[in-house]
């Protein structure tokens, strides 16, 4: 009972991010991939697992966290904060940063639901 309130909220959130991108330039990459997550974690508070797309979903999140790390790095070599902090184009840093940490929270409940899927087949 506790899995499926937790994937519920994660659920609602996770849509909620894919909504707020829709204004965003990268709209499409960034609803997509927070859509992505909200379904996954939707299909998992009603015991629907779909490894086929969970396990290259995390492996896709993962890479494009990685390909991130490098604007993380500059940003820490900053003394810029990556609230209230406009991105230039001589700051690309604080954008990349901030998607970073928006893949790695999505990661995470990626790998939640994973965590589930494979607790349940064990539990069978």
């Given at each position: 009972?506790?899995?499926?309130?937790?994937?519920?909220?994660?659920?609602?959130?996770?849509?909620?991010?894919?909504?707020?991108?829709?204004?965003?330039?990268?709209?499409?990459?960034?609803?997509?991939?927070?859509?992505?997550?909200?379904?996954?974690?939707g299909m998992a508070a009603f015991n629907r697992y779909n490894l086929a797309f969970l396990i290259p979903g995390?492996?896709?999140?993962?890479?494009?966290?990685?390909?991130?790390?490098?604007?993380?790095?500059?940003?820490?070599?900053?003394?810029?904060?990556?609230?209230?902090?406009?991105?230039?184009?001589?700051?690309?840093?604080?954008?990349?940063?901030?998607?970073?940490?928006?893949?790695?929270?999505?990661?995470?409940?990626?790998?939640?639901?994973?965590?589930?899927?494979?607790?349940?087949?064990?539990?069978?």
């Amino acid at each position: 009972m506790l899995y499926k309130v937790i994937n519920i909220l994660l659920t609602l959130l996770f849509a909620l991010f894919a909504y707020f991108q829709l204004n965003d330039p990268d709209a499409f990459t960034w609803a997509f991939l927070y859509g992505f997550v909200a379904v996954m974690t939707g299909m998992a508070a009603f015991n629907r697992y779909n490894l086929a797309f969970l396990i290259p979903g995390i492996a896709i999140f993962t890479l494009y966290f990685f390909y991130l790390t490098p604007g993380i790095l500059d940003w820490i070599a900053s003394d810029d904060n990556l609230v209230g902090v406009e991105m230039t184009d001589d700051k690309p840093y604080i954008e990349n940063t901030r998607e970073a940490f928006g893949l790695l929270m999505a990661l995470v409940a990626l790998l939640f639901v994973l965590a589930q899927q494979m607790w349940s087949h064990k539990l069978k």
